[in-house]
């Protein structure tokens, strides 16, 4: 822990905008149960962090994938996001992964979807998917295996230590697992 506390006071010190990190996910047992460095700073900290699997970054990022719970902070791309597909040129997927949990709210489920779909803009590459799986991640990274992705987006809060003991967190999860670069907003 005293790295991840080292990183977030360089990080207020120096007043930064993104932290990127290498990473090699969670390697032993109790990384994978507490959280590796790179998971602990991207739930820590206040601006985006942009998780690199060490051998991974392939430039340019042509496809982009943000994956949304369809919560109501995750209903519209950020802006910063839409800044970021607009400058690399790159092509968006808005992924829903629908869990089993979720078949009984077919129409909040519904009606987010058709709320991002509207709330893309029209000059931007962006498309809306909703897959089924039994786990959030399951199912990203079976999206991840069939289409040619570079970078993986999510939105993150922070969660208390209850919550990360006993709480699956896409985000830790694709910290921990992906092979794919990972860039958590606020």
């Not at 005293?2 to 990190?21: C, N, P, S, T």
Request: aromatic share 4%; charged share 25%.
């Amino acid at each position: 822990d005293f790295a991840v506390e080292g990183i977030l006071r360089v990080i207020k010190e120096v007043g930064a905008d993104m932290v990127i990190m290498a990473t090699k996910g969670g390697e032993t047992a109790m990384q994978r149960w507490l959280g590796s460095m790179a998971s602990l700073v991207i739930e820590r900290a206040e601006v985006p962090v942009l998780a690199v699997p060490a051998d991974v970054l392939q430039l340019p990022i042509r496809h982009i994938v943000y994956a949304t719970n369809f919560e109501e902070e995750s209903n519209q791309v950020p802006d910063v996001l839409r800044t970021i597909t607009r400058q690399l040129n790159s092509n968006l997927t808005c992924l829903h992964i629908r869990t089993l949990a979720e078949h009984t709210e077919k129409e909040t489920y519904t009606s987010a979807l058709d709320k991002m779909k509207a709330n893309l803009p029209e000059d931007m590459n962006a498309d809306c998917v909703v897959l089924h799986a039994k786990e959030p991640w399951e199912g990203i990274e079976e999206f991840m295996q069939h289409h040619r992705v570079d970078l993986i987006v999510t939105l993150t809060r922070h969660h208390t230590l209850l919550e990360r003991l006993f709480m699956k967190s896409v985000t830790r999860e694709a910290a921990l697992k992906s092979e794919w670069p990972i860039l958590a907003l606020k």
